[in-house]
């Protein structure tokens, strides 16, 4: 391992006030091989991130690259010496083209004295490395009409041209469709073989077992174990990424079903919804499964009144309810938990107090007065029982972890006494162990009799945790099976565009 030793971090810590970010980790990547770093959320892979790019100083301990100590590592510095980092929100400018993007602070001029771009040579440049990583992309194309797939083969691009030894990729498969994912592997494939390393960090363990040749398990701050991925199970990482067995991965429970809760007839929306019907029960999990594009959250925005339809009723307790905007599906008793919790669901330079509280602030002023001792005692119950990580109630939520900032939107809901929940998309980006404390929280939500309605891409949970199953494809339901029925063939079937019949009305 030395001779082909890349990066050796040993002893790193980092403190924050009132918590130890980092604590005692070491970490070592050689040349070449892609080294995947797993953990919960709040186990410290993003302040490792930024140790690794200079963004933090370490309070103790070392980092070498290439032999040589890096004291006072910048993210200057750290670009120079060879470390590139691929965010899971894309550093990118979506109005520049292609070769703009890749050539995006390394410019080529024509006369640098009086700021002149050499275009034409960074367009050649720029299409020589898009055909050498086998990437059909014009590199006069103007970013943001790429989709995210694309977008992230340019970041990947732009760490080549940099010369990049190390390419760091936080959870880089999150936004992508499966050949999107499949596209992104091969182009790892690709560098790995030119020597360049890849330290992947990554929530889906399927992938790091196929993908990764190492991995490096964190808990609590700590560097725990670090082994051969051929060594290895799933159920290995797993249990050492929560220091426990997790004997049940979807720990269903099914709950007595009620009545008809939410009743949706006809909803549509001009080529992109198409005469969707269902119903809803209480103590009931519906699931909505299909593929990228199927139109399922889409579905749900309609529902919710995010975006306006064109044709459909919906009922809610058994009576008519217009829902023309989401303050509308507030007060019929509906929460909407959005796929894009930083843009939707949160206010990120907002507390975790605020933003806990933010739907039902109401119900804790009384003419015109605030009481922020019961809301924030209310908001600490329910945070507490979702065992969110954070130093207090003050904390902005920006400053959390994907996984936290999940558990806030969560929270905040909860608080609304919401009767009906849709779950877009519920454990995109949070680690095994916060996965199965939000499976919980939903057994508990239709035990009380609540109706769930969760929005899945990933076939197991929503075969693990729904009573019944709906299948979308370009718009429509092609699809309705019961728990028993749901096979992963059946799924693909109807997500294909072919019709099943159900076996049982709902």
Known sequence: MTDTLLMKVEGLTKRFPGVLALDDVNLDIARGEVHAICGENGAGKSTLIKMLTGAYRPDEGTIAFEGEVCPAL??????????????????????????????????????????????????????????????????????????????????????????????????????????????????IARVKSRGVSVLFISHRLDEVRANCDRVTIMRDGKSVSTFAMKDSSIDDIIQLMVGRNIQNKYPKEVANRGDVILDVQGLTRKGVVNNVSFQLHAGEVLGFAGLVGAGRTETMRLVTGADPSDAGKIKVFGKDTTIRSPEDSIKAGIAFLTESRKEQGLVLIQSVEFNATLVKLGDFSKFGVLSLGRARDEAMKVVNGLRLKAAGLATPVGKLSGGNQQKVVIAKWLMSKAKIFIFDEPTRGIDVGAKVEVYRLINELVAKGAG???????????????????????????GELSREEATQEKIMYAASGMEIRPAKAG
């Open 74 to 187: 910048s993210p200057r510095k750290a670009m120079d010496i060879g470390i590139a980092c691929i965010y899971q929100e894309l550093n990118l400018i979506p109005h520049l083209s292609v070769a703009e993007n890749i050539f995006l602070g390394r410019e080529i001029f024509r006369s640098k004295a009086f700021d002149i771009l050499d275009r034409k040579t960074m367009n050649t440049k720029a299409a020589e490395l898009l055909a050498d990583l086998d990437l059909h992309i014009r590199p006069e194309a103007r970013l943001g009409t790429l989709g995210v797939g694309h977008q992230q083969m340019v970041e990947i691009c732009r760490a080549v041209w940099a010369d990049a030894k190390l390419i760091i990729m936080d959870e880089p498969t999150s936004s992508l469709s499966e050949k999107e994912a499949k596209d992104l592997f091969r182009i």
């Open 452 to 478: 769930v309605i969760i929005v899945c891409s990933e076939m197991e949970e929503v075969m693990g945790m729904a009573d019944r199953i709906l299948v979308m494809h370009e718009g429509r339901i092609t």
